[in-house]
């Protein structure tokens, strides 16, 4: 993607433990199949930059069901955290509007997490 352009699906990470963006997350997306029950596909992967954010994971969008795979115990034990809860966390979020852009923040400790849709 370039610089200028933004992906419909974006996330930004936040340690809330730390008190700052959570670098060097790995984040995978997927898309679940047309109909319920059925398969994960993944679309995209990426990992957060130095800010927390991952921007780039799509060019475009279709309505459907969506999961985002944060592989947060990589990310603890990078930190030195080796007491934790979640060795991944995924959030898994409908699409029905494809022209709209829909970020998925995540905050984050080793014991706990909150996310919401934000703007």
Not at 12 to 29: C, Y
Request: net charge neutral; aromatic share 12%.
């Amino acid at each position: 993607m370039s610089a200028n352009r933004t992906s419909p699906i974006t996330t930004h990470v936040l340690d809330t433990s730390l008190g700052r963006p959570a670098a060097d997350v790995p984040v995978k997306l997927f898309r679940r199949g047309e109909r319920i029950g059925q398969e994960w596909s993944q679309v995209s992967s990426g990992q957060t930059n130095s800010d927390g954010r991952c921007n780039g994971l799509l060019n475009s969008l279709e309505a459907g069901v969506y999961k985002i795979t944060f592989e947060t115990a990589t990310y603890f034990n990078k930190n030195g955290i080796r007491q934790y809860f979640y060795p991944h966390i995924d959030i898994v979020f409908e699409i029905h509007d494809p022209s709209q852009h829909y970020h998925v923040p995540l905050l984050l400790n080793p014991f706990g997490y909150s996310t919401y849709r934000g703007s």
